[in-house]
């Protein structure tokens, strides 16, 4: 069954250094999205990308981030000078369409800043 | 603003029990609702989707509905086993396809 691969499955940080997370969504899919979930916190949508660019971005999609995908397959989030707070589970997701379809999840990048 | 709450919170019931869990909105506009599971530190798995056109599916022991009327959606879990033991969630999307999210229903399944 297809899924969605997320690397690194964990990845630990000094404050302040680039870090970038990596997605290989459903190979069919056109609609790819990054969320974020802080440990005990509701899952936050960060940004939807579609068609080479950025569809939708939260408010927490702030300068500090931007998405990429350098090839066909990969769909990358890097997070510049990271901040205690940016600790959390990354969640790539990517479905077939923007209003039908079932979104699909990775299994997720925990990202730890010390 | 649009919310979800999920209710209860956290569920523990023995093996074999029939189950409901609940979802609601604060606006009933709700355009699709999708529930998925979590186990910890992991990732979210689709379960049940529940398109505009939709009000219901079905998968398996799971049965999900939606009410647009009043923004409301459960999910029926039928003779629980101790693998269905997992956080719940039910992100429904408004009129602008942003899902919205809620905490969860925590859910275990004793033997």
């Given at each position: 069954?297809?899924?969605?691969?997320?690397?690194?499955?964990?990845?630990?940080?000094?404050?302040?250094?680039?870090?970038?997370?990596?997605?290989?969504?459903?190979?069919?899919?056109?609609?790819?999205?990054?969320?974020?979930?802080?440990?005990?916190?509701?899952?936050?949508?960060l940004v939807?990308?579609?068609?080479?660019?950025?569809?939708?971005k939260s408010?927490?999609f702030?300068?500090?981030f931007?998405?990429?995908?350098?090839?066909?397959?990969?769909?990358?989030?890097?997070?510049?000078?990271?901040?205690?707070?940016?600790?959390?589970?990354?969640?790539?997701?990517?479905?077939?369409?923007?209003?039908?379809?079932?979104?699909?999840?990775?299994?997720?990048?925990?990202?730890?800043?010390? | 603003?649009?919310?979800?709450?999920?209710?209860?919170?956290?569920?523990?019931?023995?093996?074999?029990?029939?189950?409901?869990?609940?979802?609601?909105?604060?606006?009933?506009?709700?355009?699709?609702?999708?529930?998925?599971?979590?186990?910890?530190?992991?990732?979210?798995?689709?379960?049940?989707?529940?398109?505009?056109?939709?009000?219901?599916?079905?998968?398996?022991?799971?049965?999900?509905?939606?009410?647009?009327?009043?923004?409301?959606?459960?999910?029926?879990?039928?003779?629980?086993?101790?693998?269905?033991?997992?956080?719940?969630?039910?992100?429904?999307?408004?009129?602008?396809?942003?899902?919205?999210?809620?905490?969860?229903?925590?859910?275990?399944?004793?033997?």
């Amino acid at each position: 069954e297809p899924e969605v691969t997320q690397t690194p499955s964990h990845q630990v940080t000094q404050m302040g250094q680039e870090v970038i997370l990596r997605c290989v969504p459903i190979s069919n899919h056109l609609y790819f999205y990054w969320y974020r979930q802080i440990l005990g916190q509701k899952v936050e949508f960060l940004v939807s990308f579609y068609n080479n660019e950025i569809s939708e971005k939260s408010e927490i999609f702030d300068d500090q981030f931007s998405v990429e995908r350098p090839d066909g397959s990969n769909f990358t989030l890097k997070i510049r000078s990271t901040k205690l707070e940016d600790s959390a589970m990354y969640f790539c997701a990517s479905k077939t369409g923007a209003n039908t379809g079932e979104l699909f999840f990775g299994e997720g990048s925990r990202l730890t800043v010390l | 603003k649009q919310e979800v709450t999920q209710i209860p919170a956290a569920l523990s019931v023995p093996e074999g029990e029939n189950l409901v869990l609940n979802c609601s909105f604060t606006d009933s506009a709700i355009y699709n609702l999708q529930w998925f599971r979590q186990d910890p530190g992991k990732g979210l798995t689709s379960l049940l989707l529940i398109q505009s056109s939709q009000r219901e599916q079905t998968s398996g022991r799971l049965n999900a509905s939606l009410d647009k009327s009043s923004g409301r959606s459960t999910l029926y879990i039928a003779a629980s086993q101790p693998g269905d033991s997992a956080t719940y969630l039910c992100p429904g999307a408004g009129n602008n396809r942003k899902l919205i999210w809620g905490l969860g229903t925590s859910l275990a399944v004793n033997p």
